[in-house]
């Protein structure tokens, strides 16, 4: 078994894939040092050689844990799920488990990766059209799932990796201006959520690279 | 989300493919998709997501209908980009297969998005772990059996 280190998250403040990956530390428990990445600054510093070493992709987060690189938020999460003690972010029961699963991949898989950075640079002007289109597009099918799943919390009464996801996907569609009240499950869930201290310590607004202008 | 594939199993309805995957994993016996050690696991995930976030949502079919005459240069974009950025990954983490030797979902998931690659012209030559993996895993009839020319719905132009 590797030995378990302190993890050193390398990310930025208001990348909402970070912030999955602050929420599930915090959830755990687990205390992690920050190496912030500006990805504006300098024409991004994600796309420096040295950062390409720690994720080939040249996206934020990575994650330095237990002598392993890793990246891709989702997996990051599961890895720290599984090593660690603490609450679960996965629940025991495989169906629970997929749905959990099948929220957080909508999320990281069907809407995101259309909204951020990278793609939003290629589209110019059409940038906040084209990013209200894709998270809007998610949320009338996650709204649906999600009547289905919740309870308290996204799948049933547990926390877990979903409303880990959730979370920093509502306040991207906040940020585009797309309208959330017409989302009702959505909405009372993220209500829920961010009142809990795993989610606000670790709120864009919070973070140790927050620009002064954006700090809480 | 309107998307395929949907899965109805064991009573209940699932999307997302991963997380079907990883389903049918836990819940049925034979071969393990995901591997029992954490640290390889972890990396198995982290290809999956590579793929299954980084690239193949931008060449869907739905956002290439939203790009019009630029698609095919849309496409590959995302394909290279995300190809720059796995075949060191793989590179690090390969055996016989993209995570050691054992297939895994990573496996799974490398071959539908080379058989992409191709038909939107993307050198995999340039690529070598990724070629290399991909020969190895065409061969097998897991693969071959469930190619898109093999299927039901196959149109009689594009059968094998």
């Not at chain 2, 698609?71 to 297969?97: C, D, N, S």
Request: overall charge neutral; aromatic content about 6%; hydrophobic content about 40%.
């Amino acid at each position: 078994m590797a030995t378990h280190t302190k993890p050193v998250l390398h990310g930025y403040f208001r990348s909402s894939c970070s912030w999955r990956v602050r929420i599930a530390f915090a959830l755990k428990g687990i205390e992690y040092d920050q190496v912030p990445v500006n990805l504006i600054k300098d024409g991004g510093q994600q796309l420096t050689e040295e950062y390409k070493k720690l994720n080939p992709m040249q996206q934020v987060p990575a994650v330095e844990v237990d002598g392993i690189r890793l990246s891709q938020s989702l997996a990051v999460i599961q890895y720290i799920d599984e090593t660690r003690p603490g609450p679960r972010l996965l629940p025991a029961d495989p169906v629970k488990r997929a749905q959990v699963r099948m929220i957080s991949d909508l999320i990281a898989s069907g809407i995101q990766p259309l909204q951020n950075l990278y793609v939003l640079q290629k589209m110019g002007a059409e940038k906040v059209q084209w990013a209200q289109h894709f998270i809007v597009r998610g949320f009338e099918a996650l709204e649906p799932m999600l009547k289905q799943t919740a309870g308290k919390y996204c799948v049933g009464d547990e926390i877990s990796m979903a409303d880990v996801c959730l979370v920093p996907q509502v306040y991207n569609a906040e940020r585009f201006k797309v309208d959330v009240d017409a989302y009702p499950t959505i909405k009372m869930l993220n209500q829920t959520l961010v009142e809990l201290e795993a989610f606000k310590v670790t709120h864009p607004s919070r973070q140790p690279d927050t620009p002064v202008d954006l700090r809480a | 989300m309107q998307q395929v594939p949907a899965v109805e199993v064991d009573g209940i309805r699932l999307s997302q493919s991963l997380a079907v995957i990883q389903y049918i994993d836990e819940t049925r016996p034979g071969p393990r998709l995901l591997p029992a050690d954490p640290v390889k696991r972890a990396q198995v995930r982290m290809i999956s997501d590579l793929i299954a976030s980084g690239i193949q949502p931008l060449q869907n079919l739905y956002v290439l209908q939203k790009m019009g005459a630029e698609k095919v240069q849309w496409a590959q974009h995302f394909i290279v980009r995300g190809f720059e950025a796995l075949e060191p990954m793989l590179k690090q983490t390969a055996g016989k297969y993209c995570v050691g030797d054992e297939i895994s979902m990573a496996d799974v998931c490398l071959v539908p998005q080379v058989y992409n690659a191709e038909r939107f012209k993307v050198d995999v030559d340039a690529y070598p772990t990724i070629k290399m993996l991909n020969q190895t895993l065409v061969e097998l009839e897991a693969f071959k059996v469930t190619h898109p020319s093999r299927q039901p719905d196959t149109p009689v132009d594009l059968r094998a």
